[in-house]
């Protein structure tokens, strides 16, 4: 049996944050194995709250946190942040520069109380001339041009998901993986900062440096040159739409063969693959009306046994149902505090051969976990009353 891979045991994470980017940050720390402990203000973390494509926000990235809520603008609770924050390793924190400052938390304020604390902070941007700026996923991807290269010329338009938050939440945990390993030499803890302009500005780079070497400007991924003979999405008899690839020369006879496109094969324009890209207008149609023979399942059997890379062109809600999704491992099930569960993916990655192990993925009720937490850092039951602030709801 694999031994359970928690390396970041007995490491007490504090996550002050909201929406995703801080929230990602804190899970991923999570999943290997530290205790998070997610700060909510009286009435929950607004995210708790949202609805439509809002409503996987607080439950995908908040699985297996303890909850504590502390009302903030009360010396009271502001008291009991600060004595929890000498008991933590990790201080996960995304709210803006002056309203951290204003509480008496800013990073280096908290560096000096706190010389061995690890204070993350996922912001919109790093120092410098855009430093307080409010950003969001779409903001930063407007303004470094990933909403150019994904949208056809003239029509930017985001990527459809949450991608640079999440990616800068695995930043903001990569950092501190590192700042634990330099402290156990230097005892001393570090005040990161995590800018989510500058994560989507590293996924565009390919494009910069592009330019930056031959003086060519990439166009739109919807309008870009192609590198490879077949790399295109096509439809089946039965109506489903694939993905298919041919990007070398023995991949060009296995597909043309499989096929049935015996002429392409010998088509002495076609004998080298540039040839085969610049007749990509002539051939694209060919390889259309030869799929279109074809039931999506036989076609896929046929593509995978030839080792070709293929694709079905899914919908997020589709890989419930797909078999390798389906592995062991491969969902998780969390229980909600309201009632009801819900299946979400884990980290992507294996341990040992096997699924990366993990216990307690639920999601606290708001505040579930305040008096054990205050508790236990000797806080009477009048102190937490006081520290953990009324709800609106409880006030009603």
Known sequence: MTEPFRPLEGITVVEMSHMIMGPSCGMFLGFLGATVIKVEPPDGDKTRHLTGMGRGFFPTFNRGKQSITLDLKAEEGRKALSRLLETADVFVENF????????????????????????????????GPYRNRTALDEVVQMMTGMAHMTGPSGRPLRIGSSANDIMGGLFGALSVLGALLERKESGKGRAIRVGLFENCLLLVAQHMVQYDIEGTEAPPMPERNFSWPVYDIFETADGRRIFVSSVTDSQWDTLCGLLGLQSLIDDPGLQNKMDQINARS???????????????????????????????????????????????????????????????????????????????????????????????????????????????????
């Open 96 to 127: 803006r520069d002056s309203s951290l400052a204003k509480m008496g938390f800013a990073p280096e304020d908290l560096q000096q109380r706190y010389p061995r604390l690890i204070v993350t902070s996922c912001k919109g941007f790093l120092h």
């Open 282 to 396: 002539r051939t694209i149609p060919i390889f259309a009306e030869a799929i279109r023979d074809w039931r999506y399942d036989d076609l896929a059997k046929k593509l995978e046994e030839t080792g070709l890379a293929y694709a079905p062109v899914s919908r997020p809600i589709e890989m419930y149902d797909d078999p390798h999704v389906n592995r062991p491992g491969g969902l998780l099930e969390s229980r909600m505090p309201e009632g009801g569960s819900f299946r979400a993916p884990g980290l992507p990655l294996d341990i040992d051969g096997a699924p990366l192990p993990v216990s307690n993925m639920d999601l606290a009720a708001v505040g579930e976990d305040t008096e054990a937490v205050l508790s236990g850092l000797g806080m009477s039951p009048a102190e937490i009353e006081a520290a953990r602030g009324k709800s609106m709801e409880k006030a009603s």
